[in-house]
């Protein structure tokens, strides 16, 4: 199944990144998804964190979630936008339904893009949604 095979994935990504390290911590600690994942993907990774005890496996007690959504303002800021909010909102459950305590902390990033003259009417601008958990000074490091 789609979940065995991420969660295997995910508990091998784990291996990897502490054999390469050389360190005591066994979790990983950030977790980015990508403007090209499908929501059938976040759909799974739901599921797969929705799990105390496996959350604790592959994220630990200190992690930082990022999801950057592209919106393209030539229609008003509303085209790509839908099919990309499935992004923020799984972040946002991060912050409402599995770890509700601190240190919990979510914030929206907003990038501009330069524009040229050639295409002054076509704004395009990168959202990162974040999550960061277990981490006392999350504002001092987000500036």
């Known amino acids: 199944s ?12 784990v291996k990897k990144a502490t054999s390469d390290d050389n ?5 990983l600690s950030t977790l980015i998804i990508d403007t ?11 599921k797969i964190f929705n799990q ?13 979630i990022l999801a950057p ?11 790509g ?9 799984l972040v946002q459950r991060f912050r409402t339904e599995f770890e509700q305590f601190s240190p919990a902390h979510q ?4 990038f501009n893009a330069t524009t040229t003259e050639a295409n002054a009417n076509n704004h395009k601008y990168l959202e990162v949604a974040t999550f960061s958990f277990g981490d006392k000074a999350f504002f001092e490091h987000l500036t």
């Open 107 to 110: 914030a929206n990033l907003f």
């Open 69 to 79: 959504v592209i919106i393209d303002d030539e229609n008003g800021g509303k085209e």
């Open 81 to 89: 936008a839908s099919s990309s909010s499935w992004r923020k909102v």
């Open 2 to 13: 789609c979940y065995g095979q991420t969660l295997s994935s995910l508990r091998a990504m």
């Open 36 to 46: 090209k994942t499908p929501n059938t993907m976040g759909r799974i990774l739901h």
């Open 52 to 64: 105390t005890l496996v959350r604790r496996e592959i994220l630990g007690e200190a992690y930082v």
């Open 23 to 27: 360190t005591s911590k066994n979790t």
